[in-house]
Structures are given as C-alpha cells and as structure tokens.
T-cell receptor, first 114, second 117 residues
C-alpha cells in the first residue's frame, strides 16, 4: 500500500498570505489528523477529520482550518500567515477500527514564512 | 489533560550495544494506548512500537521492546543491538480513546539518539 502523501513538500510564503496544504491518506484510512512541529513547541495537534467532519480540534487560532473530501483526502489552510507559523506540518492517517489507534505519518510539508 | 514527559533530550550508544529511552506520562484515564515513534533526519515519522494499557505483557518488535509500568506511569523503550540506522529523534506518544480524542496523539518532547560507530 502506498503511504501517506503530502503536497507540497516545501513552501515559502510571506507574512499576511494564506496557504493550503494537502494530504492523501493510506488507502482505506478514513481518519486524518494534522500536527504542527516546531523546535520551540514540539509536536502539537491541530485537528482531526473523519468522514468529512472535524471530530477534534487542538488549541490553535481560527486562522487554522481544514476540511476533508469524500475520498478522505484532507486539506488544511492557514490564513494571514505569521512568522510563528513557520513549521513542519505533518499529516497522519489511521483506520476507523476499534483498537487501531496508531497513526501513520506523511513526510510533512515544511512551511517557511518570511 | 494528559502529559507525556521525556527527560533525556539526548543520548548516545555504541553500535551493537543496548540503550533504554525513558518516558513517563500522566493521565486519569484507564484505557489508553502508548506509542514510540522515531523521526530520522528525513523527518519522516515512523511508528516503532505500540502498547495497549490493558495488556500486561510488554510489546516487542524485533530489536525494540518496551517496559510498561502502568502503576508508575512509565513506558521506556529498549533498543537492542543498536544500528547506525537507529540514529533518530524518538518520541513517546499517548492517546486515550474514551476521552473523545482517540485520534489525537499527545507527544513528549523527544530524545535525540545517536548511534556511534
């Protein structure tokens, strides 16, 4: 099976702009979670989508949003970019089954805000 | 809220030797899952091993094994016969299905492991 894919792998944006990141889960996985990784804050949960619905959201401002499509692919959007949004954004997918709570991660999107 | 603590920011081990990485966690949940992930320089996060809290038997995956002490809320990772490819950042992670956040992993701050030739 193909793994989780994320596009683009690298992005450079300017303060005030907005950005959209994409994630395609492992085939058959219907849950997609997003994480932000920074040297200062470590790995922080952004949100999780299942069957096109946001089930859970972390402690991030409303500038961070996401959505999921019927084929389970997910996008996250960050509006009005700030310098502090520079980070590695990781997407992870998992199966919906009971007991299967491990998540499989994509390679990440490195976002640099200048 | 759950917290995960990794008190060893950096560790090193000689090739072929054994090393143990420590992790403690805090939770009021009784049903939860613990994981170790590794993140090599490529930044790809890779699942190493998982442990269900209701299982008393410690999980093992080839050269990787855990020492799960539920009462002490401790979850250490032992790597036997260390290989150069084991050089990576290792993260301990936690999730509690019944808390309504089954797919939300809480991570520790990580331990950078370097395997020396």
């Amino acid at each position: 099976k193909a793994g989780v894919t994320q596009t683009p792998r690298y992005l450079i944006k300017t303060r005030g702009q907005q950005v959209t990141l994409s994630c395609s889960p492992i085939s058959g996985h219907r849950s997609v979670s997003w994480y932000q990784q920074t040297p200062g804050q470590g790995l922080q949960f952004l949100f999780e989508y299942f069957s096109e619905t946001q089930r859970n959201k972390g402690n991030f401002p409303g500038r961070f949003s996401g959505r999921q499509f019927s084929n389970s692919r997910s996008e996250m959007n960050v509006s009005t970019l700030e310098l502090g949004d520079s980070a590695l954004y990781l997407c992870a997918s998992s199966t919906p089954g009971q007991g299967a709570y491990e998540q499989y991660f994509g390679p990440g999107t490195r976002l640099t805000v200048t | 809220a759950q917290t995960v603590t990794q008190s060893q920011p950096e560790m090193s081990v000689q090739e072929a030797e054994t090393v143990t990485l420590s992790c403690t966690y805090d939770t009021s949940e009784n049903n939860y899952y613990l994981f170790w992930y590794k993140q090599p320089p490529s930044r790809q996060m890779i699942l190493v091993i998982r442990q269900e809290a209701y299982k008393q038997q410690n999980a093992t995956e080839n050269r990787f094994s855990v020492n799960f002490q539920k009462a002490a809320k401790s979850f250490s990772l032992k790597i036997s016969d260390s290989q150069l490819g084991d050089t990576a950042m290792y993260f301990c992670a936690f999730t509690a299905p019944l808390s309504g956040s089954a797919r939300q992993l809480t991570f520790g701050s990580g331990t950078q492991l370097t395997v020396l030739p």
